[in-house]
């Protein structure tokens, strides 16, 4: 009889245990609730005192934290909001965004080294948006700072690699309106446009053939590679895709390709800056893995005036 009731009591005990890990898990879903409602309609007055709250209970609260800080900071209290992003940002190191935030109200108040050394990290994260540095309120106290300049440029290389990279600018004399004719012979042989097009990183070109055959290529600088890509479609259902690179005075691709046969042959596709109005493509051809090649085609590209 003993053990029963030993045992009863255990149960009773347990149960109470429950009930008030319930109660306790309840009331803090109605209290993050009444704060999201005060959150949601920025009343920050309110929402602060109710995250303010959240936080002394639950200190490991991310979220909590971070919308203290802009419930602080939308009321213009800078100091707490810092704080306030402070702890979330040392609960979670990754949150970039609140570290920008956090960077915006060391820059509210003056702050100018803690606003650098926080926006200098998000910068070096990955932060690709100069626009928005450029236009916040919040950073205005710094932008006569040089190293305002220095966040704005890390930012745009983020955001815009090809326009900061010398690499990414080697084949830009391919780009232009063009007649193409037979190197020679001074025969037409073509009609190209070569664009620059998504972030100044990829050079397309559209090539209308007179013996008929249309293509399209796309050429752009591998960053990872560190050589430059060609992949070539036209309508006769042609796939090739070539790797180079810059090469003393010419750009050089080169390209296996297997034929029906199960051969494989080599293509070499050179382009040459002749003058500012005027390149050469010299395309060859070798069946015997290098060793000896045969010319393809010559073509000489004339900007159109």
């Given amino acids: 009889m003993y053990k029963v009731v030993g045992k009863l009591i255990a149960l009773l005990c347990m149960v109470a245990i429950a009930q008030s890990a319930f109660a306790q898990i309840s009331a803090a ?6 704060a999201d409602k005060f959150f949601q309609a920025k009343d920050w007055p309110n929402a602060a005192k109710a ?28 100091n707490k909001a810092a704080a306030a992003w402070e702890q979330a940002v040392a609960l979670n190191a990754n949150a970039n965004l609140v570290k920008y935030n956090l960077a915006c109200a060391y820059a509210r108040v003056n702050n100018k080294d803690k606003a650098f050394a926080v926006l200098n990290q998000v910068a070096a994260s990955g932060f690709f948006q100069p626009e928005q540095i450029s236009a ?23 955001g815009r690699p090809c326009t900061v990279a010398p690499e990414y600018r080697q084949f830009d004399f391919w780009i232009g309106e063009w007649d193409v004719q037979s190197n020679g012979s001074g ?15 990829i050079i397309f070109e559209n090539w209308t053939g007179i013996s008929g055959v249309n293509g399209k290529s796309f050429n752009l600088y591998n960053a990872v590679t560190k050589q430059w ?14 790797a180079g690179g810059w090469k003393d005075d010419r750009m050089e691709f080169l390209a296996s390709q ?9 293509l070499r596709m050179t382009f040459f800056k002749l003058d500012p109005d005027r390149v050469r493509q010299f395309g060859e051809l070798s069946t015997d893995e290098g060793k000896t090649w045969s010319t393809q085609y010559d073509l000489i590209y004339v900007r159109k005036k």
């Fill in 229 to 242: 890509q060609q992949k070539w479609v036209d309508d006769r259902g042609t796939i090739t895709d070539y």
């Fill in 51 to 78: 995250y303010e709250t959240i936080t002394k209970k639950e200190p490991q609260n991310f979220l909590a934290w971070n919308r203290l800080g802009t419930a602080y900071h939308s009321a213009g209290q800078y």
């Fill in 136 to 158: 916040d309120a919040d950073l205005a106290g710094l932008q006569d700072d040089p190293r305002f300049k220095a966040v704005l440029a890390e930012a745009q290389k983020n």
């Fill in 187 to 201: 025969q037409p042989a073509g009609k190209s446009s070569v664009q620059l097009i998504l972030g100044e990183c």
């Fill in 258 to 266: 297997l034929q029906p046969d199960g051969k494989t042959q080599l």
């Fill in 29 to 34: 879903k109605t209290a993050a609730a009444e």
